[in-house]
Structures are given as C-alpha cells and as structure tokens.
C-alpha cells in the first residue's frame, strides 16, 4: 500500500545538488533497523543519521554507530545549544537528530535517512517542509507484537509501553508522504527505494 495525501503535490521543489531528507518512522518492532540497512546496501548515495540518546545501550549496540548515548545532562546541555534538529521523549528516554552532520551530508549531495519516531517526524514536517516522510507499518499489530516479542530486547514493562506508543503512533500515520506496509522486507525496500527515486526526480 503507498498513499500520499492531497497536500504533497504542493510542497516546495528541493533544491538541485543538496541531498535528500529522508524520514523513517513506525512504530517499534516494525522492522526500520533492518529496512534502513538494507537501503544502505542498495543505494551507495545514502547516508545513515546517527541520532543522540539518554537510553542505555543495548548488547552489541556501538557507541558512534547505532546511536551516540549520552547522559541526560549532556543531552540537555545540546538542547540548549540548539544542536537538534529534532529531539522527543520516547518511554522515559530522549532522543534527537544532530543537525551539523546532517547538513554536512546534504550539502556534499548525498541523502540522508533519518529513523526517527512519530513526535520527531511531525517536528521535521515543520522545520524542513522539503523533508521525504515515510511510514513503515506492520501487516497487522498481531504480527507487531510477534516481532517485538522475538527480538527479546526488552522486559515485560518495556514491551507493554512500546506497545501502547505503538497504538497511539499507528494514528498518525496518514499524516506521512507515503505508507509503506513492511509484509515482505525486499518489497517494502523496493518501495521505499521508488518513492526516494521520485523525490529525486522532483528535484531536478
Ligand atoms: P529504540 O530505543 O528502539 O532504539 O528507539 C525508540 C524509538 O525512538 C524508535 O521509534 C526510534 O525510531 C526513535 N528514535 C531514534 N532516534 C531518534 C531521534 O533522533 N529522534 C526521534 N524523535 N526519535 C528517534
């Protein structure tokens, strides 16, 4: 399923040579982690922003890599500097997207993704009107819980209040550019991959 809505056609034209603003948002469990790697492998323009957070990492996340973890202090005081492009709460936790990197990479030309969640993704429609916002959507909320349940990276609190965020982020999505239903991981990434083409073809 892809739908975009009325005001998309109207949006201003992105400016030809700077990169994409790709968003990637959905609810937790939908699989964003493994459809952004797999557009990384794809297409060779793209690039990964690696956002700040207050969560503790994960076994096998990589500072630098998966996210930057800091301190809620730390992360307060680049609030005030106003390094966000974007910053939310999400369960107990905040997380924000840099925007000296993501400048960096527009201005050499190459797009750059985002996963972000619903409350970031509403705050980029705002302050960068040109932005690309996808939302990825589970087959059902059965198959959501299923998949959360499987990747066994949370406690029982946790799932229960991912999945609560996730009933509440499943409202919003028609306020994206287009829906992509992640039923089958090569042909969501197709998908995905044909409305960046899209987006690249407005540009120029
Ligand atoms: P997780 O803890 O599972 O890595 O991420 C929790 C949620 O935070 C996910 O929906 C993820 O997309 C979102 N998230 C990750 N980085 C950012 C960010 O920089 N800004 C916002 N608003 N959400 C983010």
Do not use: W
């Not at 960068?128 to 990276?153: G, K, N, W």
């Not at 029982?156 to 039923?183: P, T």
């Amino acid at each position: 399923m892809s739908s975009s809505p009325p005001g998309a056609a109207r949006r201003p034209p992105r400016t030809a040579g700077r990169g994409l603003l790709i968003v990637i948002s959905g609810p937790s469990g939908v699989g964003k982690d493994t459809l952004i790697k797999r557009l990384l492998e794809l297409d060779p323009n793209l690039r990964y922003s690696t956002s700040y957070t207050t969560r503790r990492p994960r076994p096998g996340e990589v500072d630098g890599v998966n996210y930057l973890f800091v301190s809620r202090d730390e992360f307060e005081r680049l609030i005030k500097e106003g390094a966000f492009l974007e910053y939310a709460t999400y369960d107990g936790n905040l997380y924000g997207t840099p925007i000296a990197q993501l400048d960096a990479v527009r201005a050499a030309g190459h797009d750059i993704v985002l996963k972000i969640d619903v409350q970031g993704a509403e705050q980029v429609r705002k302050r960068a009107s040109d932005a690309l916002r996808i939302f990825l959507a589970p087959p059902s909320m059965d198959e959501l819980v299923r998949r959360r349940t499987e990747r066994h990276s949370e406690n029982e609190r946790d799932q229960a209040a991912r999945q609560a965020i996730a009933n509440r982020e499943m409202e919003l999505a028609s306020h994206f550019d287009h829906v992509v239903v992640n039923d089958d991981l090569e042909r969501a990434v197709g998908e995905v991959l044909a409305s960046i083409q899209q987006a690249r073809q407005r540009q120029t």
